[in-house]
């Protein structure tokens, strides 16, 4: 595990940071290199919540599933271990998942 990451995710959650990085690599097909691959800054953001829709972008939004029995609940482990997870998503899936708006979707 990265702690440097498991820090920055940490920070932006619950302490003054804005973003942090998470590297991510993404292969592509390329013509001229085959199976090049690609990486990508991903950013975690301290974000915001937008409480008329309940959505939103970022630690502001991941901060209120966090807690047992929330709604959406996710751990603290699996937060700061999120860079990680997207990774692991990343090697099984290739790319994320485009959800037609421009976001990407990672599970």
Known sequence: M????????????????NATSLNLEFEKDIRAVENATIREVVMYVKGYHNVRRDKGIGAKHIKIHLGEGKEGEIKLEELL???????????????????????????
């Open 2 to 17: 990265n702690k440097r990451e498991k820090r920055g995710i940490y920070n932006v959650t619950f302490n003054e940071k």
């Open 81 to 107: 271990n999120l860079g990680h997870a997207l990774r692991e998503y990343l090697r099984v899936f290739k790319i994320p998942f485009d959800d037609g708006r421009g976001g990407k979707v990672y599970e």
